[in-house]
């Protein structure tokens, strides 16, 4: 498919060229769905459908684009720039930003000052907080305290976590700093110091002698993905050329130490892959330059698995990679030989020098088990198989960070549906719903009234888009029909407390809307 692609046509000719598709799509294999992407610096963010035309467009006041997330709301969720003067490295944002369909904005936060700043990447939550990147920096007197051997200003990075407030901002609610989990072997003096190979858990701060763009950008982490089943992140780390596995289930506190949490080690790393040079364990170093560190979500296939980006720069052939971390019988990271597995990973995608950007990129594993695939340096995206084929692919022909694939039964294309866009005109059946109690404790009752008597489809996901319960109403008497909900999946776990959505489909209409989950 590498050959079709389609360059913009001006508008101009558009009328003398309506046959031809923006997109190439293999009916057969590929995932139907929507395509979200904002270009680099761009203040405008697309969703295209599976022919390639653009379906919905947000405006926005101000630049962004790393990134970009439909929340099944429908809202999106961004990193952009702030007006604040702040540090300005490579993809420095310093803002979040909430807009709803029409691009209100929902909320804002702000994390920008002189000596801090969010960057790169951000992971909405299942709770509906938001895990963001952010540089601190440190002095040269505070680098040669910690053991750096060529002190200088330095950027170590942290994550936040925001918690929308209702009243249009957010506050921080956990926090992890790389500066609080260090080691070096150059200076017994300092509290730090200890054999690298006997700390895989903690980084060197000596790795890094060039420091990036902006002054004293040091790890560059630039992706960040939450795993809920096991309450973990992982992080991707440009210049170390490896991917990190935290523990998020800690306190602040503990996440500035080495005790508590599900794991009993605070903030130390749990996990890291792609570079076992850096902590002087034997074995294989596999990436150079890596980016979108991404755990695979329950339901698609590889499930647990974390994909990475491998931009392979030196050898200009960019690798889609994923690895199943080594773990004990309990689910704890294991070392073999002094080095985290695998010692190779179980899939990848390349096509030799075909596929290649020498930085940014990112991955996606689809429901299908197909994996979605941003080149990002080009602005090509497309879909393979698992067996490398191409099965769908669209060029933008200009920088895309960050792409991703929404599913057409996804909550957040609902307006889509609901506008009658994928039918190609209006739905003729009027279909509104009534929620009570909501907010709820125990049960709630979603009353469903159509046009006619017919089968319904309920579905109600959690804020991921994870699917948590579906019900099927069939047929009946009447064009008022009732489910209830007890705040449990279909396998009987109770599940926590927090906002749930919910979509209600008949035979010609679809709507959808927000539930509050209360335990009592």
Known sequence: MRTQRYVPIPIILVSLFLSLPLASHAQSSAYEGYTLFNPN?????YLVDMAGSTVHTWNHSRNGGYSVYLLPSGHLLRPCATSIPALRGAASAGRIEEVDWDGN???????AGSTYVTHHDLEPMPNGNVLLIAWEVKSAAEATAMGRSSART???????EVQPDGAGGASIVWE???WDHLVQDTDPSKPNYGVISDHPERIDVNLGSNLGPGGGDWLHINGISYNPEKDQIVISSHFMNEIYVIDHS????????STGGNAGKGGDLLYRWGQPSNYDAPGTDLFDVVHCSYWIPQGCPGAGHILAFNNNSRSRASVVTEIVPSVDQDGAYVLDNGAFGPAAPVWTYQNGSTFYSNHLGGNQRLPNGNTFITEATSGYLFEVDAQGNQVWDY???AEIARALRYGR????VASLVSTGIEAGGAYPEVLSVSTYPNPFQSRITLEITTAYQCTVEVVIYNMLGRQIRRFEIDAGDSAVQQVTWNGRDADGIQQPSGIYLYTVRSPNAQTAGRIVYAQP
């Open 41 to 45: 610096n761009s203040r405008t963010t």
């Open 105 to 111: 904005l929902v909320w804002s936060f702000d994390y």
């Open 154 to 160: 330095i950027w170590p990075d942290h994550i936040i």
């Open 176 to 178: 992890w700093h790389a």
């Open 250 to 257: 800690t306190t602040t506190a503990q996440a500035a130490g």
């Open 395 to 397: 060029n933008w022909h």
């Open 409 to 412: 039964d996804y909550p957040g």
